[in-house]
């Protein structure tokens, strides 16, 4: 992205102060949080537009006695934003989504106020069954950043989820917990996201059956995930996709041009049951 032009002026410096390897880490460090900076203030400015829900879009025409959609029809596709955001982040993959054939998309706003992930996997699946309900839809897609991701996990997993959700895109979503920031263990969904948490162990729990397919985005320079490969999905009974990031750091997740084109190309491939587990995949943006 341009915006990394920015770091430019920097690089020769680095380079002669750093050698070989550790110089290039550090480029690439320089370059990620360039453009994570410069996204922070873009979403501050975007922030305020997002706050409340969206209008809903209306239901279908009805087809007989039920609205009900086209079998060529795409699902539709549902954004849950992270921790202390809205849907206001996924401003750029709405667009870029909409722009590829997708129809129906929609973001669900939980509160900051939040303070339990098996509550907001709850808020979710009524949202998600109101969608089936007004579009016709039998199942859905669900891309979610950050904290989002592990709400959209929990409903899936442990809510039942899996007969609604067909697809499950998670975006630097600390599935084995995070321990960055200590201080700010005093929020309670902050503990839940924490390494060994009762929510986390519940993941860990047998799935068998589990319908939904799962593909993880996750990125060799994101700050917030600790250790980095936390991001990563490991469960023997579900069907996972983990997909290597390389170059952008976690604002920069839902809303880099490429990992976008990347949703879209999993979105439009992934289908139940596909014999995937333990498949990966790498993705290149620097």
Known sequence: MKVTRAA????????????????GLSLALLKATALEIAILAGHLLLYP?????????????????AAQLPT?????????HGFIDNRSVFVLLRRSLAQHGRQQIESLNYSPLT??????????????????????????????????????????????????????????????????????????????????????????RPAPGCRTHFVSFWSDLDHVMDPLETACIDHPDLTVQNVRVTGIGHLALPVHPAVANGIRQVLDTAHEGEPSVGRTGGLTVA
């Open 115 to 204: 303070c339990d992930i098996r509550a907001a996997a709850e808020l979710l699946g009524r949202h998600i069954e109101e969608v089936c309900e007004r579009t016709g839809a039998q199942q859905v897609d669900v891309v979610g950043h950050s904290l989002g991701g592990l709400i959209a996990r929990y409903y899936v997993q442990r809510l039942g989820g899996d007969t609604r959700v067909r697809t499950l895109v998670t975006l630097g979503t600390p599935h084995s917990g995070t321990r960055v920031a200590p201080l700010a263990d005093a929020h309670p969904i902050v503990r839940q996201m924490r390494p060994g948490s009762p929510v986390l162990e519940e993941l860990t």
């Open 49 to 65: 537009s997002g706050i409340t829900q969206e209008r809903r879009a209306p239901a279908p025409a009805l087809l007989g006695d």
């Open 72 to 80: 060529e029809a795409k699902p539709p596709v549902v954004l849950l």
């Open 8 to 23: 430019l002026p920097f690089l020769p410096f680095c380079q002669r102060l750093l050698p070989g390897r550790l110089a």
